[in-house]
């Protein structure tokens, strides 16, 4: 596997960056597969900052055939239908008559925009999987300047795809060059500041490779030639809604001073809150008897294990997901299982770590499953 290495800031162009940390073998899927465990594949996950826009991002890259070789993000969970609805909600006040969305995998979002308005719906995915009742044309593939439309299009959106695409400078150059002047661009992207400070482990990894946060967003918007017409806050750690015109005349922006300091403080306070939470949750797990079980068959799971987690206590993995039920986690030898066979364990211990989604993932628990389940948080 060849690596693609970042020399440059890929917001700014700034060749200035400084190597902050890294996790050495981190597995580069964040998925769950059928396939033995020998044929997974590692790299070194190493941060790095410009010193100039303290922009932080992946030193280096997993080529995009390997890092999405299948769909791994379930349909699933009231917080994301709630998402989608809200965005759906907020795309309308800017009464599109033609969409064309950027990364839609299962077509919910367009499920709940139909539910306002049926118009033309198009989307351009690499990996599309529809969901039942999605009825928008999908389009195999990625957004760069390859990428031919022969339709028409007023407004351009995309919900989490940002963060994931490797060049966000390139990314917002060719969206300025395939829309016309006055169309709009819509967009939901997670709130990264807030997830971070929050010590999220799926904020930052192979697949979100920037530390896409407000200053940077709307720096890329300005100077691709996009005014920004307002934002909305989705909860406040989890989403941000962004909608811009394509407007030529907008004049460039500058970024704020002391994003450096501000973000390199940030994140190695971060990597310290981890290595002293897996401290704790291996003398805990070390001190007790009871069947430990670790919630999330994703990178929350990935993080913590990678970090030094004591896997040899630990059960299985849990997810909510079928699709992921009764097979592997990638990097792991753990297999998934539904969060229901914890129905028949006695006071089972569950490690959740899963950022914005525990108490909805605690409150399905213990409500409905096991009263007696203990959480190590």
């Known amino acids: 596997m060849e690596l693609i290495e970042r020399k440059f800031d890929v917001v700014t162009g700034d060749q200035d960056m400084e190597d902050l940390h890294s996790m050495q073998n981190f597995p580069v899927f964040m998925g769950c597969v059928d396939n033995p465990k020998e044929q997974d594949i590692y790299s070194d996950l190493t941060w790095q900052i410009s010193k100039k826009s303290g922009f932080l991002q992946l030193k280096n890259l997993i080529p995009l055939s390997v890092l999405y070789q299948a769909q791994h993000a379930g349909a699933v969970g009231g917080i994301w239908m709630e998402h989608h609805k809200q965005f759906a909600e907020f795309l309308n006040k800017y009464s599109p008559n033609t969409v ?187 001190k007790t008897n009871q069947p430990i079980y670790l919630f999330g068959a994703h990178v929350f799971a990935q993080y913590l294990l990678e970090m030094g987690l004591n896997k040899t206590k630990i059960v299985c993995l849990l997810d909510n997901d079928p699709k992921k039920q009764g097979r592997r986690l990638y990097g792991t030898e753990l297999k998934v299982a539904s969060p229901k066979i914890l129905k028949d364990v006695s006071d089972p211990i569950v490690i959740l770590k899963a950022g914005v989604y525990n108490n909805e993932i605690k409150k399905d628990i213990i409500e409905n499953i096991n009263k007696t389940t203990t959480f190590f948080e």
């Not at 999987?129 to 007023?154: L, N, R, S, T």
């Not at 795809?161 to 016309?180: A, T, W």
């Not at 929050?198 to 691709?224: G, W």
């Open 100 to 286: 064309l969305e950027l990364g839609g995998a299962h077509g919910i979002l367009s499920i709940k925009y139909n539910e306002i308005k049926d118009i033309p719906w198009t989307i351009l995915e690499p990996n599309p999987a529809p969901v039942e009742g999605c009825k928008a044309k999908f389009i195999k593939g990625f957004f760069d300047d390859k990428f031919k439309y022969a339709g028409e299009v007023d407004t351009i959106i995309h919900s989490h795809v940002f963060e994931h695409i490797y060049n966000p400078s390139d990314f917002m150059r060719h969206l300025s060059g395939f829309m016309e002047p006055g169309s709009k661009l819509i967009f939901s992207l997670p709130n990264m500041k807030a997830m971070l400070e929050r010590n999220y482990t799926n904020c930052i990894n192979f697949e979100h490779t920037v530390f896409l946060t407000e200053p940077y967003v709307e720096y890329l918007l300005a100077n691709s030639g996009f005014a920004l017409l307002e934002k909305e806050y989705f909860m406040d750690d989890h989403s941000i809604f962004y909608a811009a015109v394509r407007d030529p005349s907008v004049k460039p922006a500058t970024l704020p001073s002391g994003l450096y300091e501000a973000n390199k403080k940030l994140y190695m306070e971060y990597i310290e809150f981890h290595k002293s939470l897996i401290a704790e949750l291996n003398e805990k797990m070390a």
